[in-house]
């Protein structure tokens, strides 16, 4: 990339005034991210949320003079990046309106691997939770995911640890630059993320680890990966934001239920409980969901002539008969069937090549 586009990058990044999904509005409507700040202020405000105010923070010397010392440190420390506009960009994320415009990596990362899921869940990891992480991680590895986590305590680094034990790529998305460590403890494992996999991060090199960093980073690991599984987590949390910001995006969302009196376990269960994650038991669960025995091992199905279906299958069979293919949610309301009953009773469906999915947790008939 030219210098003087990543400049350009940089200091669209830099501008306060400007977010993620602004920076890619002004991008799309100029053309060319260079061409920003060449434009005149007259026709940069036609575009629609370009204001006075934006414009002052744009054109800004302190926002110029910062981005041209990233720049700096990144050509010196020959630092990797990703443009949202290129094909290295990781393509999960890619699909999300407000996802980061330029990513900073390390490592060996490799996100041409189509299964990615993102682990996450408290610091203060059970030892319930510690055996569910490593299990369902080993029982996955013959599948070859690639695991997303945050490098944080408790269920994140567990859940590098375990991907790594596995000879399974993982990666671990920052709240912070790369030239940061958080917390220092975990500085011990960064040779063997960097080795089987990396480090991924929207932050300038010296940005440090800001409360509201970490629930920015959220929306990259929730973006980033096919499917959020939430380990354990109290009634608040960064992990639940996580899983609101993955329903948001219409991806699937998992979580490990737990006794009720288990503090750790509440969180969990009311994502449950009000249909925001399939209840999790095992890694079949994530294999059928995600349709991985499927790609895994292609099945030839022959739809039959005349169909033998159950009450509840004739039901969605009508409705999707009479209104055409139906999102999960959707297909779970008007058929009055709760959503960890009903993605069983799709697969059977499938099974049976009467349905199939679609991207984006929508089903149409065959």
Known sequence: MKEEKLLAILRLQKCKAVGDILAKKLIVNVGDVSQIFKEKRASLSKINGIGNHVLKHLFDEESLRCASRELKY????????????????????????????????????????????????????????????????????????????????????????????????????????????????????????????????????????????????????????????????????????????????????????????????????NLIKNNRAFLLNSADEIVKMLNWDLSEKPKIIQQQLFLELNENEQKIYDLLHEKGKQLLDVISLECNIPIYQLSAILLQMELKGVSKPLPGKMFELV
């Open 74 to 269: 990144i050509k010196e420390n020959a630092v990797s990046y990703s443009y949202f506009l290129e094909d290295d960009y990781p393509t999960n994320l890619q699909h999300c309106i407000d996802s980061p415009i330029l990513l900073f990596k390390d490592g060996n990362i490799d996100f041409s691997n189509q299964k990615i899921i993102s682990i996450v869940g408290t610091r203060n990891m059970s030892s319930y939770g510690r055996d569910f992480c490593n299990k369902l991680i080993a029982d996955l590895a013959q599948y070859n995911p690639l695991i997303i986590s945050g490098f944080a305590y408790g269920v994140d680094i567990c859940a590098h640890k375990a991907a790594i034990k596995n000879n399974l790529q993982t990666v671990a998305v920052l709240a912070h630059g790369l030239e940061q460590i958080y917390p220092k403890v975990h500085k011990k494992y960064i040779n063997q993320v960097n080795e089987n996999g990396g480090f991924l991060t929207e932050f300038w090199h010296d940005d440090v680890p800001l409360r509201e960093n970490f629930l920015k980073r959220n929306r990259i690991v929730a973006g980033i990966s096919k499917a959020t599984i939430i380990i354990e987590s109290a009634v608040k949390g960064g992990s639940l934001v996580t899983a609101d910001i993955a329903n948001s995006y219409d991806k699937d969302v998992f979580a490990v239920p737990g006794r009720t009196s288990d503090i750790y376990s509440k969180g969990c269960n």
